[in-house]
């Protein structure tokens, strides 16, 4: 395919508001570090293995392209889909993969060792042969073979901290991981092929405050790097190229854009109180330590959610307790006495990270597997290490101790029982800790949490709806899957009526219940949840002036009345129609 020259729209799914002008800087494959390594008898089946995976894994991959491919242009489709059944067959039975199966078993070297030898002898052999056709085969067998190498190594195709200023990062894809390693200084926004609208690379490309468009198939065919690019956040556009009018029209939304959140930064010292005088606390979810600034200035009264994810990615190594404890205590002591609430390593699913995952296999990789909570109980030096650094930064300030994907009252006694003894043993030691020790709290995101919520609420100090997976899960929609991005939907009767049911339950037990998935800072949701029941709500801290907006034009009274008439329905279409008919007339 030939890169565009003139102006050319490619669409997706806007996932993060607002306009990015920049320079394209396309994510290449690059060159991988491969490790090399002798085997011993055993290890040979394990690295067959090993290498039977990662072929099914690229399989995959190219699988989720073509169907990409077959919505592009006719023309592009038909070129694309050549390529990527050519990969296929590679991936299949080729000369490269039986040479690396033969390198592992005869000259008993690790996998990605193996294929890189292979690869090696291939494309020198080709290389002779000094013509242009052939020299673009050379690129495809390097391309599935890099392919192979980074699946077996999980390593990330070079770093992304590194890009000029100004930078558009144009990828196939982009996990949460390599998001976290944006600086929104460096980088003013990002596009990919692949990826829904819900995932944690949505989640912290809003966090970060970086326009970006997910799931744009012919994204990579139509840019190269140092084109000029808008990515439009806002209506899920990627224009290449753009023609000087079409430029200037979208500055003037930039500039638009800006005034907007500068008005409702406004707001940040005005009180977050309904027309009728109820408060709604508006609390901050954290993903990385940069967003500490933009929480310190958001207004917020609490941090609802610390995902401690953050401390464990991008690593080889796992942090010790001293390092959990310094990074917790910073945060706490920012917030000045303001709570907050660290929830345990909800590693796992999309979210992973090496140090932690390298010896689980395809359970960590699943939405279903080896996540979160049943996670940390599985590797208890990791929980008790945490649930350390947690008492310890306790002292500092107030915190509160939060469970990710609990599906069993079992998970969070078990849980109780390792901080209560840990905390003995610290005070024995005389080591300074929380106390009273930090209540202990359930987030409800797990279809069998929500329906089972009295129960689990006579075991938990406090709730936090995770919207975001309990729609995922309710729903049974991967949340990171552009494919079905359109069946996610939070307003499905099924999803609302598993929030009723829990906020009633907490409501009836007296503990406190917030919501800190998505929907929390989305303020087209904000009536429906406080007309169930809901006066929390933590999101990311660019979201919390739009909401604290909605707040102070609601009446509670009619936003009950208006809950009262959704939750009598069974259509989620005019579930919305209800919604939005309410929004726009208070
Ligand atoms: C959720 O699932 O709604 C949630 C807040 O948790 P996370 O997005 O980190 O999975
Ligand atoms: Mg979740």
């Given amino acids: 395919m030939t890169p565009a020259s003139k102006e050319m729209i490619i669409r997706g799914l806007g ?144 770093p992304l901290n590194t890009v000029p200023k100004g930078s558009i990062i144009i990828s196939e894809d982009m996990t949460p991981a390599d998001t976290a390693q944006l600086d929104p200084k460096q980088v003013f926004g990002f596009a990919t092929v692949l990826g829904g609208a819900q995932g944690h690379t949505a989640i912290m490309a809003r966090a970060l405050g970086l326009p970006a468009v997910l799931g744009a198939p012919g994204l990579l065919g139509a840019v190269k790097s140092g084109d000029k690019v808008v990515v439009d956040g806002d209506q899920g556009r990627i224009v290449i190229n753009p023609k000087p009018s079409t430029l200037a029209a979208f500055e003037a939304k930039q500039t638009e854009h800006r005034r907007r959140l500068g008005r409702l930064a406004r707001l940040r010292r005005q009180p977050s109180v309904t027309r009728d005088g109820t408060e709604i606390a508006l609390g901050c979810n954290v993903e990385l330590p940069i967003e500490m600034p933009g929480v310190l200035t958001s207004g917020a009264s609490s941090i609802g959610l610390l995902r401690s994810e953050f401390m464990f990615m991008n690593r080889e190594d796992i942090p010790g307790i001293e390092e959990q404890y310094k ?10 006495g303001r709570t907050v609430t660290v929830r345990t390593l909800d590693i796992g699913g999309e979210k992973l990270a090496q140090s932690i995952t390298k010896d689980i296999g395809d359970s960590a990789q699943s939405a279903l597997g080896l996540r979160g909570i049943r996670l940390s109980l599985k590797k208890p030096e990791l929980l008790e290490d945490q649930l350390t650094a947690i ?158 907006q909605r707040v102070r034009e609601i009446d509670l009274a009619a936003a009950q009345n208006r809950a009262t008439v959704i939750m009598a329905q069974t259509d989620s279409g005019r579930i919305a129609m209800l919604l939005d008919d309410f929004n726009s007339l208070v």
């Fill in 391 to 548: 008492l310890r930064a306790g002292a500092h300030g107030p915190v509160r101790i939060l469970l990710p994907m609990v599906s069993t009252q079992q998970e969070v006694r078990k849980t109780r029982d390792v901080l209560k003894k840990l905390a003995a043993k610290l005070k024995r030691k005389k080591v300074t800790i929380a106390d009273p020790l930090p209540p202990v709290g359930v987030m409800i995101e797990v279809p069998s949490a929500a329906l089972t919520a009295d129960a689990l609420a006579s075991v938990s100090d406090f709730f936090a709806i995770g919207s975001d997976d309990l729609t995922m899960y309710t729903m049974a929609v991967d949340r990171t899957d552009e494919q079905v991005a359109e069946l996610y939907n939070p307003l499905h009767p099924s999803v609302l009526r598993l929030i009723q049911f829990t906020t009633e339950a907490a409501l009836r037990a007296r503990i406190p219940i917030s919501v800190c998935g998505e929907m929390a800072g989305d303020p087209r949701f904000t009536a429906l949840l406080m007309g169930l029941g809901i006066r929390e709500l933590s999101m990311s801290a660019h979201a919390l002036g739009p909401v604290k």
């Fill in 15 to 158: 996932v993060s508001p607002g306009i990015a002008i920049g320079e394209v800087h396309v994510r290449e494959s690059g060159s991988i570090a491969v490790p090399e390594y002798a085997l011993k008898g055993a290890q040979v089946a394990k690295e067959t293995h090993r290498l039977d995976q990662a072929l099914k894994t690229a399989q995959r991959q190219i699988a989720l392209l073509k169907v990409k491919a077959a919505t592009m242009p006719s023309s592009a489709a038909e070129e694309m889909g050549f390529l990527l059944e050519a990969y296929e067959q590679m991936l299949n039975d080729s000369r490269l993969v039986r040479g690396a199966f033969r390198r592992i078993v005869d000259d008993k070297i690790n996998a990605e060792a193996a294929v890189q030898a292979e690869t090696n002898e291939i494309t020198a052999g080709f290389a002779a042969l000094d013509d242009s056709y052939i020299a673009a085969r050379i690129d495809d067998i390097r391309e599935v073979a890099n392919r192979l190498i980074r699946s077996l190594t999980k390593s990330h195709v070079k």
């Fill in 327 to 336: 990074g917790l205590r910073d945060i706490v002591k920012a917030m000045d």
